[in-house]
């Protein structure tokens, strides 16, 4: 949560600042601040709300804010509420520290009372001004050694940017488990979250590791770990397109990414099959391929949307390669004594690739012996890097809060490691060929799904002042149900539940009632006599059926109010396709009850806390 950015170099600071925390808003909105260094001294403002209230607040002001070095911030509130006193930058109350920070500090309170012993005040609520306290406590007129040595006692995660008010031309920043990167322009540098907001100005960036310091200033910069011995960061080209994190014609990033699932997909799949030959070819799997085949047992964690992905993949690979699979939720995974015998592969599926609990989990199954694969699609993020081996997504930044085409990319994933282990074990020639042609053809038939957008609107509209809606599914399409319950809570703030179809016998059939929507993901496919039984119980008790159909379905018409079709495919990737439809549901239920669809209240993009 919590995104930072930082610059030191020749241009004002403020409006690139701003541009920076606008791209990085995503990662948290409920307070924002930035610190800029000018003739008078190091200036601060800070405000509760949007990016937007603080440009407003700044604005009145501006020429106080004249300066070519500054640190920003936009907050999702962990520890106080979202209030100025805790949004960022912190100061201490000695040295003139300021620092933004994303991530917690464990042992803050331990910390806080043993500056309070030394005297020092506290404004705030927060983690962060203890951390900022320390290094002031601890600043000797070099910065990157005060923040070297403070890190030293901290306990927790941080990325964090910091400035001195005695140390003109110098910024520092240092990271242990929460993203930060250091773009490298000419004669300027850019730190951030992430790539987005360094793209517009420079593509040579590194990503500092954990427990990594970076000292940036005028004559050049310098990495080091925490005992400031050196150390070398791998500077690469960012591939990242200003393009794929701007809006262009669409009003939310969400819409906008849920009609790039079709190219997402095909970016996925590239490169990745042969189906003439019916051969999978997952590079980043070469060196694991023949443990992952040979699996006793695969479990498959994540959280969220990824979590449903990989129900869904749980599906495919029991089907499929006929490997016992099993779905954990990260959170639980990480507390829960888990079995990891001989054998076991533990699969994390993540879109940031920064989940605390995704993340944790992995280190629990890793200590216990498991191979770890990851599935993840910010490139070079942590599980990315802490996994044995992985398959990367490919669909482009996300940056909609709600997670659309992630999903597709982790479905397709899963489907191509289902496919992969299956050939080598039990999946015959004929089925694999005709499997990946499929899969192939689903990019298309997505745009038959996002084609009728309107439609959807228009059918969402009759039932948008409900406040409690069902979704039900079976099979393939019952974790697509869970995943449309998620979107339309998390963006409509609608009371959704999602389950199995035949599950609402045994107590939510109770809830259905004059006009209640329930949602029936049911496509054509080995249960779809048994969905439409479902859907019977449901009129008799005066509920309003939706259908996510087949196209040309015509037995499913006398039992449905409205109707979304999705192109015919087979069972097993009929979740490519459903998904949209209700991706497309929660989104307009979103805008028609006046929502901001991609700032959803109380979310932020990734949970690096947990
Ligand atoms: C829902 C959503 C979340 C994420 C979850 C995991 O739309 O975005 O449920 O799926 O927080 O995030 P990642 O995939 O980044 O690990």
Redesign the pocket.
């Known amino acids: 949560m919590c995104g930072i950015v930082g610059y030191l170099g020749p241009r004002p600071v403020l409006p690139l600042l701003l541009e920076g925390l606008k791209r990085l808003e995503y990662r948290g909105y409920d307070s924002a601040g930035v610190a800029v260094r000018s003739p008078a001294g190091i200036q601060v403002c800070r405000e509760v709300g949007k990016v937007a209230s603080l440009e407003a607040k700044v604005g009145l002001e501006r020429s106080r804010f004249a300066g070519t070095e500054g640190i920003a911030h936009t907050r999702w509130a962990t520890h106080g509420v979202p209030a100025e006193r805790n949004a960022h930058p912190h100061r201490d109350d000695k040295a003139g520290i300021h620092l933004v920070h994303n991530g917690i500090i464990e042992n803050y309170t331990t910390l806080r009372k043993a500056l309070e012993s030394k005297g020092h005040s506290f404004q705030s609520e927060t983690d962060t001004e203890v951390l900022a306290m320390l290094v002031g406590e601890l600043y000797e007129g070099d910065l990157e050694s005060a923040v070297q040595a403070a890190l030293k006692q901290v306990t927790g995660a941080y990325a964090i940017a910091v400035m001195a008010e005695s140390e003109p031309g110098v910024m520092v920043a240092a990271r242990k488990g929460s993203p930060l990167m250091v773009g490298l322009g000419q004669g300027e540098y850019v730190v951030a979250s992430d790539p987005s907001a360094i793209v517009a100005h420079t593509t040579q960036a590194f990503a500092l590791e954990d427990f990594t310091v970076c000292r940036l200033s005028q004559d050049g910069w310098r990495t080091s770990n925490l005992h400031n011995a050196p150390v070398s960061p791998k500077v690469m080209e960012l591939e990242m397109k200003l393009e794929e994190i701007e809006l262009g014609d669409f009003p939310h990033f969400m819409l906008k990414e849920i009609f790039e699932q079709p190219e997402a997909l095909r970016n996925t799949l590239r490169g990745r099959f042969n189906a003439e030959q019916g051969e999978v070819i997952l590079g980043g799997l070469q060196q694991v391929g023949r443990d992952l085949v040979k699996a006793r047992r695969i479990v498959l964690t994540?959280?969220?949307?990824?979590?449903?992905a990989a129900l869904v993949t749980e599906y495919m690979i029991e089907e499929f390669a006929r490997i016992p699979c099993e779905v954990q939720y990260a959170s639980e995974f990480r507390y829960r004594n888990p079995i990891v015998e001989e054998g076991t592969v533990l699969v994390a599926?993540?879109?940031?690739?920064?989940?605390a609990d995704?993340l944790a989990a992995l280190e629990e199954g890793r200590e216990r012996g498991a191979m770890t694969l990851g599935v993840v699609?910010?490139v070079g993020s942590s599980?990315s890097r802490m996994t044995d081996a992985g398959v990367y997504l490919r669909v482009g930044p996300e940056i909609g809060?709600?997670?659309?085409k992630?999903?597709v990319g982790?479905v397709a994933v899963g489907a191509l490691m289902a496919i992969y282990a299956g050939r080598r074990r039990h999946l015959s020639i004929e089925a694999t060929k005709h499997l990946l042609v499929e899969l192939e053809a689903i990019s298309d038939k997505i745009r038959a799904v996002t084609a009728q957008s309107d439609l959807i609107r228009d059918l969402v509209a009759k039932v948008v002042d409900r406040e409690n809606w069902l979704f039900l599914g079976r099979g393939y399409n019952y974790p697509v149900a869970l995943e449309g319950a998620?979107?339309v809570k998390?963006i409509s703030y609608i009371h959704a539940e999602g389950m199995p179809a035949a599950e609402m016998k045994h107590g939510p059939i109770a809830l259905i009632h004059d006009g209640m929507p329930c949602v029936f993901v049911a496509p054509k496919g080995s249960q779809h006599d048994k969905v439409i039984g479902n859907m019977q119980e449901v009129r008799a008790r005066g509920g309003r059926v939706i259908a996510i159909a087949t196209e040309g379905d015509e037995a499913i018409v006398p039992h449905a109010h409205d109707i979304i079709r999705v192109p015919e495919c087979p069972e097993a990737l009929s979740p490519l396709l459903t998904t949209v439809a209700l991706q497309l549901m929660a989104y307009h239920a979103a805008v028609l009850r006046g929502h901001d669809v991609d700032k959803p209240r109380n979310?932020a993009?990734?949970?690096t806390v947990e």
């Open positions: 994540g959280q969220g949307t990824a979590w449903h599926i993540s879109q940031s690739g920064e989940t995704t699609n910010v599980i809060v709600a997670s659309t992630a999903f982790q998620l979107k998390e979310l993009k990734s949970v």
